[in-house]
C-alpha cells in the first residue's frame, strides 16, 4: 500500500480537447472518491490530421504539465494520442499510465459473435491500424475494418450530436461497414459517444457499439487497486475535486464541459502548454 498522501492524489487525464471528457465522466462514475484533473489542448486539436512525431510531442509536454499537478496516474483519454505516443509516454514517465485504445480492443473481441469489427475514428488512429494490432492480439481471426470519420469532429464540436447533417455524412461514412456486416462496432474516438444515436440508428440494433470509455474507467481502477494507489474515501468539501485546464479558449470549454459533464464547473485555467 502506498503512502496516504500518494493515495490522496489526482488522475490527470488528457485529451486534444473536450473529447476526452467523455472519458472522465466515466471515471467520475465508476471511481466517485477520486480527484482529477483535467487537461485538453483546445490551442492544438485536432490531433487526428496531424503527424506522429507532433502528436507525440504534444503529448510529451501535457504529461510534464500533469506531473506538475502531482498525479498519481494518467489516463491518455484520446485514441489518436494512445494510438501515436503511449509507448514514447510509458518510457518518458514512472507513472501508472493507461490509454483508451487497448480497453477498446478487448470490449471489441469479447462483444463480437461473428466475427467482424468495424472501428471509426481519427485518419491517424484509423491509418495506425493500433485497433487491429490489439484484436489481433487477443484473437487473430477477427476481422477488423476501419474508417476513418474526420468531419464526426467538428459535427460534434458544433454541437450538431442530432441533426440532419450528421444524419447524411454519417450514412455516407458508415455505408461500407453495413454492408460487410460488422456486428460490432468501436467508437474509436473520444468525441463519438456523444453522437452515440445517430451512429446506432444507422448501424441498426444488430451492432452493438463499443464506447471505450467504460472499459478504461474498470481498468483504471483495477490499475490503482493494484498499485496501492486508490484514494482512501471522498474528499473533504471545498477541495478542489476536479480542476480543468485547457491551451486556449478557457470559457468555450467551460460551457462545452457543462454540457458533457454533470457537475457545474466553474473554471477553467488557461495554460502556456509550449512551455513545458
Ligand atoms: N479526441 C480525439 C481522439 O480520440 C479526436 C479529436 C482530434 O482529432 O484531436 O482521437
Given at each position: 500500500?502506498?503512502?496516504?498522501?500518494?493515495?490522496?492524489?489526482?488522475?490527470?487525464?488528457?485529451?486534444?480537447?473536450?473529447?476526452?471528457?467523455?472519458?472522465?465522466?466515466?471515471?467520475?462514475?465508476?471511481?466517485?472518491?477520486?480527484?482529477?484533473?483535467?487537461?485538453?489542448?483546445?490551442?492544438?486539436?485536432?490531433?487526428?490530421?496531424?503527424?506522429?512525431?507532433?502528436?507525440?510531442?504534444?503529448?510529451?509536454?501535457?504529461?510534464?504539465?500533469?506531473?506538475?499537478?502531482?498525479?498519481?496516474?494518467?489516463?491518455?483519454?484520446?485514441?489518436?494520442?494512445?494510438?501515436?505516443?503511449?509507448?514514447?509516454?510509458?518510457?518518458?514517465?514512472?507513472?501508472?499510465?493507461?490509454?483508451?485504445?487497448?480497453?477498446?480492443?478487448?470490449?471489441?473481441?469479447?462483444?463480437?459473435?461473428?466475427?467482424r469489427v468495424g472501428v471509426i475514428g481519427t485518419e491517424g488512429t484509423?491509418?495506425?491500424?493500433?485497433?487491429?494490432?490489439?484484436?489481433?492480439?487477443?484473437?487473430?481471426?477477427?476481422?477488423?475494418?476501419?474508417?476513418?470519420?474526420?468531419?464526426?469532429?467538428?459535427?460534434?464540436?458544433?454541437?450538431?450530436?442530432?441533426?440532419?447533417?450528421?444524419?447524411?455524412?454519417?450514412?455516407?461514412?458508415?455505408?461500407?461497414?453495413?454492408?460487410?456486416?460488422?456486428?460490432?462496432?468501436?467508437?474509436?474516438?473520444?468525441?463519438?459517444?456523444?453522437?452515440?444515436?445517430?451512429?446506432?440508428?444507422?448501424m441498426g440494433e444488430g451492432v452493438t457499439l463499443v464506447n471505450p470509455?467504460?472499459?478504461t474507467a474498470v481498468e483504471l481502477k483495477e490499475l490503482l487497486s493494484?498499485?496501492?494507489?486508490?484514494?482512501?474515501?471522498?474528499?473533504?468539501?471545498?477541495?478542489?475535486?476536479?480542476?480543468?485546464?485547457?491551451?486556449?479558449?478557457?470559457?468555450?470549454?467551460?460551457?462545452?464541459?457543462?454540457?458533457?459533464?454533470?457537475?457545474?464547473?466553474?473554471?477553467?485555467?488557461?495554460?502556456?502548454?509550449?512551455?513545458?
Open positions: 500500500m502506498e503512502l496516504l498522501e500518494n493515495r490522496e492524489k489526482p488522475i490527470g487525464v488528457f485529451d486534444s480537447g473536450v473529447g476526452g471528457l467523455t472519458v472522465m465522466r466515466e471515471i467520475m462514475r465508476q471511481l466517485p472518491d477520486e480527484k482529477i484533473v483535467y487537461f485538453g489542448d483546445t490551442a492544438r486539436v485536432p490531433y487526428g490530421s496531424k503527424s506522429r512525431e507532433t502528436v507525440v510531442r504534444y503529448s510529451e509536454q501535457i504529461v510534464r504539465f500533469l506531473q506538475t499537478q502531482q498525479v498519481k496516474a494518467i489516463v491518455v483519454a484520446c485514441n489518436t494520442a494512445s494510438a501515436y505516443a503511449l509507448e514514447a509516454l510509458e518510457e518518458k514517465t514512472e507513472l501508472p499510465i493507461i490509454d483508451v485504445v487497448k480497453p477498446g480492443a478487448k470490449t471489441a473481441v469479447e462483444t463480437t459473435k461473428n466475427g484509423v491509418g495506425s491500424g493500433i485497433y487491429s494490432s490489439y484484436i489481433h492480439q487477443i484473437d487473430p481471426k477477427v476481422q477488423v475494418t476501419g474508417k476513418a470519420c474526420p468531419l464526426f469532429v467538428p459535427l460534434v464540436e458544433e454541437g450538431l450530436w442530432e441533426d440532419p447533417v450528421t444524419d447524411e455524412i454519417a450514412s455516407r461514412y458508415l455505408a461500407e461497414l453495413i454492408d460487410i456486416g460488422i456486428d460490432t462496432l468501436v467508437l474509436g474516438c473520444t468525441h463519438y459517444p456523444l453522437i452515440r444515436k445517430t451512429v446506432g440508428k444507422i470509455a467504460y472499459e493494484q498499485q496501492g494507489l486508490l484514494s482512501p474515501g471522498a474528499p473533504a468539501l471545498g477541495e478542489n475535486r476536479y480542476r480543468f485546464y485547457v491551451s486556449d479558449a478557457a470559457e468555450k470549454f467551460k460551457r462545452f464541459a457543462n454540457s458533457i459533464i454533470k457537475y457545474g464547473i466553474l473554471s477553467a485555467k488557461t495554460i502556456p502548454i509550449e512551455e513545458y
